[in-house]
């Protein structure tokens, strides 16, 4: 099992430009989630999908950031336009089930530099 | 609302001592318990999860974790530290019926020669 993919490790940016981050869930996984990660904030839940469709994103900052999981095999986060305070480590996590019992396991992360 | 605080942002121990690293929750019902470690430069990996039962947890790499109601506390353990073991650690919880983890803030481990 490769376990959670995400890609790419490292972005460097500069300020107004359109980012994508992509994730690659584990196989047979119905649930994914994307966390943003900063020293000030800690780990902060964006956007919750269950079997492919977004059920809270409560989470995403502002109408600047938009995810989309078109199949159980793949998801992006997109920023546009870029600002230097969107600068974190991005995680991506996948879980085998629906609900409170289930465990996450996180990919290596993104981290994303704004200039 | 649901809560987790980790005492200490950085613990230091020496290598072969004890590891200690609290975590204590707020709830009014017990929730699904877990601690992840963080390695530098990596996500998040699972060291062990309460669910129910057995109240003493042993998850991966010799750690364990205790699960007490009664101080709504779930501490996490090592009988000797390793130089391996520095990272960060964090201590998660997840309510009944929601499928969201609350994290805590997290304690650096250092681990001294």
């Known amino acids: 099992d490769a376990g959670v993919i995400q890609s790419p490790r490292h972005e460097v940016t500069e300020m107004g430009q359109e980012v994508t981050l992509r994730c690659k869930p584990i196989?047979?996984?119905?649930?994914l989630f994307w966390y943003r990660q900063t020293m000030m904030r800690g780990l902060e839940l964006l956007i919750y999908f269950n079997n492919n469709v977004p059920i809270d994103d409560s989470g995403m900052p502002e109408d600047r950031f938009s995810a989309k999981m078109p199949n159980a095999s793949f998801s992006t986060l997109k920023i546009q336009p870029s600002e230097p305070r969107d600068s974190a480590v991005y995680f991506c996590a996948s879980s085998p089930g629906t609900g409170w019992a289930y465990e996450q396991y996180f990919g290596p992360g993104t981290r994303l530099t704004v200039t | 609302a649901q809560s987790v605080t980790q005492l200490g942002s950085h613990v230091s121990v020496s290598e072969g001592a004890l590891v200690l690293l609290r975590c204590n929750y707020s709830s009014s019902v017990p929730p699904y318990l877990f601690w992840y470690v963080q390695y530098p430069n990596q996500g998040l990996q699972l060291l062990l999860k309460y669910t129910t039962g057995a109240t003493l947890v042993k998850g991966i790499n010799g750690f364990e974790a205790e699960f007490k109601k009664s101080e709504t506390s779930f501490h996490l353990t090592k009988p000797s530290a390793h130089m391996s073991d520095a990272a960060e650690y964090f201590c998660?919880?997840?309510?009944?019926?929601?499928?969201?983890?609350?994290f805590g803030t997290g304690t650096r481990l250092k681990v001294l020669a």
């Open positions: 196989s047979g996984h119905n649930s």
């Open positions: 998660a919880v997840s309510e009944q019926g929601t499928y969201k983890y609350i």
